[in-house]
């Protein structure tokens, strides 16, 4: 059964940085694309960070390239996203995802998830 937990939200001041990390287990886990995804308070899921298994490909959306940045050590079984000049709008539970099944950033894309984590920005 593979398990994704993510950790390293929190609360943090506008301009700030933080690191989420995700740590992934079980069979199989982890061998093809993984990504972050996040949800704001009544809002859909929206995909924020992609990564290749090689890490050979890294993929954002607009509103986040520049400031995030996705990364994996798949030794530690863990992937990464540093989060650079946070804003209020990036407040949002953040999930982990793994094993994607076609080739599209869509939700119903990935096929196991974490349980998502709170990141707070404040003003």
């Known amino acids: 059964q593979v398990q994704l937990v993510e950790s390293g939200g929190g609360l943090v001041q506008a301009g700030a940085s933080l690191t989420l990390s995700c740590v992934w287990s079980?069979?199989?886990?982890?061998?093809?694309?993984m990504a972050w995804f996040r949800q704001a308070s009544g809002k859909e899921r929206e995909f924020v960070a992609g990564?290749?298994?090689?890490?050979?490909?890294?993929f954002y959306p607009n509103n986040v390239e520049g400031r995030f940045i996705v990364s994996r050590d798949n030794a530690k079984n863990t992937m990464y996203l540093q989060m650079n000049s946070l804003q209020p709008e990036d407040t949002a539970v953040y999930y982990c995802?793994?094993?994607?099944?076609?080739?599209?950033?869509?939700?119903?894309?990935?096929?196991?998830w974490g349980k998502g984590i709170l990141v707070t920005v404040s003003t």
């Open positions: 990564i290749s298994a090689t890490s050979k490909n890294l």
């Open positions: 995802a793994s094993d994607r099944i076609r080739n599209s950033w869509e939700v119903s894309a990935m096929k196991h």
């Open positions: 079980g069979p199989s886990a982890g061998i093809n694309a």
